[in-house]
């Protein structure tokens, strides 16, 4: 089984900055890929961010030059940095680790960008 838990999200205002941490626990020793989809209220979930095993990342247009997704193998943990915040960033966050066989997923983080 595998676990994720995700932290690090809150209320911040425009122009400001958040981490958000994803620690993988369970059986597996590799990765395809883990990441950062988001949902707004009202709309379809979409990636934000991901990093593949071989460390190549991908970002949605939309953050790109803001956002920064890392990995510490050791901890077994992703982090998304998140600058230059705004209010359209609202959403939650959800992380997820894509096993080649299956996907999973934490249970989702709310970031909340507003004056």
């Known amino acids: 089984q595998v676990q994720l838990v995700e932290s690090g999200g809150g209320l911040v205002q425009p122009g400001g900055s958040l981490r958000l941490s994803c620690a993988a626990s369970?059986?597996?020793?590799?990765?395809?890929?883990m990441g950062w989809y988001r949902q707004a209220q009202g709309k379809q979930r979409e990636l934000v961010a991901s990093?593949?095993?071989?460390?190549?990342?991908d970002y949605a247009d939309s953050v790109k030059g803001r956002f920064t997704i890392s990995r510490d193998n050791a901890k077994r943990t992703v982090y998304l940095q998140m600058n230059s915040l705004k209010s359209e960033d609202t959403a939650v966050y959800y992380c997820?680790?894509?096993?080649?066989?299956?996907?999973?997923w934490g249970q989702g983080t709310q970031v909340t960008v507003s004056s």
């Open positions: 997820f680790v894509n096993l080649w066989v299956a996907d999973y």
């Open positions: 990093i593949t095993g071989g460390g190549r990342t």
């Open positions: 369970g059986s597996f020793i590799s990765f395809n890929a």
